[in-house]
């Protein structure tokens, strides 16, 4: 297959873009430098918030900025772009007419991999924004997978780890995710998607396991492959 350039649509947050340039780098079948996915990164922090958008279509439109920049990475030779954001996926349809190239779906992918792995209750765990706006309900619901969100309590206390701990720079509160985990656990989820980018830095802060399945590693490994190259072995 022919090696494919990748684009990253960054700044979505900008801790989460380097976490995927990093996936994507320790993901790869590679030996030496030259072997590794050609990738070339935005990080525009000027995106405007996409939850404040989804939330109330009054407030700065950040899709208007997201396509200039996917332009940006294909007028110097992106040939795939992946979006390291589950919230800026709510507008995937228009991001894809107005691009030249293909854009990885991360919310399809997500639950395409909960599927295979034959998760019948699969929990989704992301901003308000990602909730209200049911791409992964929606994507479940095609699947044939029964989706579980959170009760309000419980989603504020996510929003929380997302915007006053890893968003902010700061470690996450293991307390606090132990009582997401709780509820989670309390719905009979086979499996919880970590469907916010942030999610996939507290995985590795707070070392997450079996229970969880992390969006963005899939974007990570599915751009890998999208692109040409091999996955290494875990």
């Known amino acids: 297959m022919e090696k494919k350039t990748l684009g990253i649509v960054g700044g979505v947050g900008p801790l989460a873009t380097m976490l995927l340039g990093e996936m994507i780098v320790r993901r790869t079948n590679a030996s030496k430098d ?50 390291p954001c589950n919230t800026a996926h709510s507008f995937y349809s228009e991001m894809q007419q107005a691009s030249p190239v293909p854009i990885l779906n991360m919310i399809e992918e997500t639950v395409k991999r909960a599927s295979e792995d ?21 994507a479940c619901k095609k699947a044939g997978i029964v989706p579980v969100v959170t009760d309000e309590g419980t989603q504020e206390k996510v929003m929380s ?39 996939s830095i507290v995985r590795e802060e707070l070392n997450l396991q079996e229970l969880y399945l992390d969006s963005m590693l899939v974007l990570a490994e599915e751009s890998i492959l999208a692109c040409g190259y091999e996955l290494n072995k875990k």
């Not at 590794?36 to 208007?64: E, F, G, Q, S, W």
Request: with cysteine; hydrophobic share 40%; charged share 25%.
């Open 161 to 199: 780890i997302i915007y006053d701990y890893v968003k902010a720079n700061k470690p996450a509160d293991r307390r606090l995710w132990t009582e997401i985990e709780f509820y989670m656990v309390e719905q009979k989820c086979d499996k919880v998607i970590l469907g916010c980018t942030e999610l």
């Open 34 to 83: 030259q072997e590794h996915v050609d990738m070339v990164i935005t990080n525009n922090t000027k995106i405007p918030d996409r939850t404040a958008y989804v939330l109330d279509r009054t407030k700065p439109n950040p899709v208007t900025v997201m396509i200039k920049d996917i332009q940006r990475l294909t007028s110097i030779g992106a040939e795939i772009i992946a979006i």
């Open 118 to 138: 034959g998760v019948k209750r699969l929990g989704i765990l992301g901003t308000t924004g990602t909730i209200t706006a049911g791409v992964y309900q929606d």
